[in-house]
């Protein structure tokens, strides 16, 4: 069972930089052939595929937010990040760590946190 824990700062300024990290736990970020990805849900909307990284490194971003998003990770804590820069209002949402696993078919959420752009 592959668990996931989200943090983050809560309130983030319009045009700051967004830093969130997610601990894995159950397997490690490197295990074949798992892809880890980060979500979001704005408020009243559905859920918004963000990027992922996947288990070689190997990272991958909407196109949509590519230009002012980076994954990364740290293997020594078993820990994927996110930033996001240039922040707007409308990035305000539930940001959400996900596993993924298409060979298995595992899947595993977060609990999500929530982040507020708001001056």
């Known amino acids: 069972q592959v668990q996931l824990q989200e943090s983050g700062p809560g309130l983030v300024k319009p045009s700051q930089t967004l830093s969130l990290t997610c601990i894995v736990s159950?397997?490690?970020?490197?295990?074949?052939?798992?892809?880890w990805s980060w979500i979001r849900k704005p408020p009243g909307k559905g859920l918004e595929w963000i990027g992922h990284?996947?288990?070689?490194?190997?990272?991958n971003y909407s196109p949509s937010l590519r230009s002012r998003t980076s994954i990364s990770t740290d293997k020594d804590k078993n820990t994927v990040y996110l930033q996001m820069n240039s922040l707007k209002p409308e990035d305000t949402a539930v940001y959400i760590c996900?596993?993924?696993?298409?060979?298995?078919?595992?899947?595993?959420w977060g609990q999500g946190t929530q982040v507020t752009v708001s001056s």
């Open positions: 990284i996947a288990y070689n490194g190997n990272p």
């Open positions: 159950g397997t490690s970020i490197t295990t074949s052939y798992y892809y």
């Open positions: 996900n596993a993924n696993h298409p060979y298995l078919q595992y899947d595993y």
